[in-house]
């Protein structure tokens, strides 16, 4: 069974701290994306992966960073929270296919709160 | 860049009637296009997808149909069933990414 996970499912912040969300996919694929979802705005890509090393900004990576050093593991990085920052983080894999393809595969979610 | 429109936003209905969900695009370049459930505590997962060659695409309950040239696309959900109680997400492809709607909430009331 496909799975993509997340490091956690709740998390809670203090402004000006630099916080890791980390997400493993076990399904060797190529592409992996970072999501945040907030109520009345669904889900806007932040920053996405099509090989290790490898990383291209989305729609809003502002206030964002991302690492990827293996193809399984992606990470988001904030590097100093903000409350704005606050939302449900969704991390998600997808095989390399080019235009007109490809089933995303998503994780539970982080829920980020900073206080 | 390509833009996805989705409504409504919340959708109330009775259990065993039928839920229709209307979205638009605007790359007419685009040309896959997935559908995806969100249950509560879980990712959004894909139910059904159709691609620009067909029109209309069905499995068991649940059809996508497909206007390319009016660029929108519907999901069409028969017999609703509590179960089906979720956010729905279109979504349109544009280069390796997909772009979502904004979602919407669907109630099926007893």
């Known amino acids: 069974d496909v799975k993509v996970t997340q490091s956690s499912r709740y998390l809670v912040k203090r402004t000006g701290e630099k916080v890791f969300l980390e997400c493993v996919q076990d399904?060797?694929?190529?592409?992996m994306f970072w999501y945040r979802q907030d109520p009345g705005l669904g889900l806007r890509l932040i920053y996405f992966?099509?090989?290790?090393?490898?990383?291209e900004k989305g729609d809003i990576p502002e206030g964002y960073s991302v690492s990827r050093e293996k193809k399984e593991r992606f990470s988001l990085i904030l590097e100093s929270a903000s409350t704005n920052q606050t939302s449900m983080y969704l991390c998600?894999?997808?095989?390399?296919?080019?235009?007109?393809?490809?089933?995303?595969?998503f994780g539970p979610g982080t829920r980020l709160t900073v206080l | 860049g390509e833009n996805v429109e989705q409504h409504p936003s919340t959708l109330s209905v009775q259990e065993g009637d039928s839920a229709v969900i209307k979205c638009t695009y605007s790359?007419?370049?685009?040309?896959?296009f997935p559908w995806y459930k969100q249950e509560l505590g879980k990712g959004p997962q894909l139910i059904i997808d159709?691609?620009?060659?067909?029109g209309e695409k069905k499995d068991q309950r649940i059809a996508v149909t497909l206007n390319k040239t009016a660029k929108h696309f519907s999901l069409h959900i028969t017999e609703t069933q509590p179960e089906d109680s979720a956010v729905y997400f279109c979504?349109?492809?544009?280069?390796?990414?997909?772009?979502f709607g904004k979602g919407t909430r669907l109630h099926i009331l007893p």
């Open positions: 998600a894999s997808s095989f390399k296919g080019g235009r007109g393809y490809n089933e995303q595969f």
């Open positions: 399904m060797d694929h190529e592409n």
């Open positions: 992966s099509y090989d290790v090393k490898m990383k």
């Open positions: 790359d007419s370049a685009s040309n896959y």
């Open positions: 159709i691609r620009s060659n067909v």
């Open positions: 979504a349109a492809d544009r280069d390796d990414k997909i772009i």
